[in-house]
């Protein structure tokens, strides 16, 4: 079992920055691979970027690549996705999740979910 913890959420400018945190409890934390969703409103819920357990593979959206870039520390069992460049489109709840079946982008794929946190950027 695995609970996750997302923080950092917050309305920004656009072109600004933020660091969005995910702690995870449970000593396995690195035995997942881990993934950021997000999920405007009104829409469905959109893969942004995964990363593997020892954080040597990592796989973005298109249209974040080159912006966000996604990181772990198994020491702290926390994953953190570093958002640059942001754009008003990148409004939404952004999710952490986990998952025992390796850097992927499919949703489906992951077993555990946090409850999110509110990212607005202002245009």
């Known amino acids: 079992q695995v609970q996750l913890v997302e923080s950092g959420g917050r309305l920004v400018q656009a072109g600004g920055s933020l660091r969005l945190s995910c702690a995870a409890s449970g000593r396995t934390f690195s035995s997942y691979a881990m993934g950021w969703f997000r999920q405007a409103s009104g829409k469905e819920r959109e893969f942004v970027a995964t990363i593997n357990w020892s954080g040597g593979i990592t796989y973005y959206a298109g249209s974040v690549k080159g912006r966000f870039t996604i990181s772990r520390d198994n020491a702290k069992n926390t994953v953190y996705l570093q958002m640059n460049s942001l754009k008003a489109e990148d409004t939404a709840v952004y999710y952490c999740?986990?998952?025992?079946?390796?850097?992927?982008?499919?949703?489906?794929?992951?077993?555990?979910w946090g409850q999110g946190t509110q990212v607005t950027v202002s245009s």
């Open positions: 999740a986990a998952g025992i079946n390796g850097a992927t982008m499919e949703r489906g794929s992951f077993d555990y």
